[in-house]
């Protein structure tokens, strides 16, 4: 755990539980919004082949995920850490330009 806290420069214990904290409500919360947006849409495992079900869903999942983590990590009270690891991770994503002034 200390290489962990290191590599992210947090100095305390508590600190990295409401870290992963953040990270296990966030994951289930994007899955959950994405969920209910392709019923919306209609889109269903009984009118979708299994795969293109899960295609679908992760390619919604994946530009909501870094959004809502900063939302949620600023309701923890850690939205430096979680701006800083969102914006590298949409940098990575091909959607850096969205931080370019």
Do not use: E, H, T
Request: hydrophobic fraction near 55%.
């Amino acid at each position: 755990m200390n290489k962990l806290k290191q590599r992210w420069g947090i100095s305390s214990n508590f600190q990295l539980i409401v870290i992963f904290i953040v990270f296990a409500i966030n994951g289930s919360l994007s899955a959950k919004i994405s969920s209910f947006c392709m019923s919306f849409l209609g889109l269903n495992k009984d009118n979708l082949p299994l795969f293109f079900y899960y295609l679908i869903l992760i390619v919604l999942v994946m530009p909501l995920y870094p959004f809502l983590l900063i939302v949620i990590g600023f309701i923890f009270g850690q939205f430096p850490f979680f701006f800083g690891f969102s914006k590298k991770m949409l940098v990575s994503m091909g959607l850096g330009f969205i931080f370019k002034s």
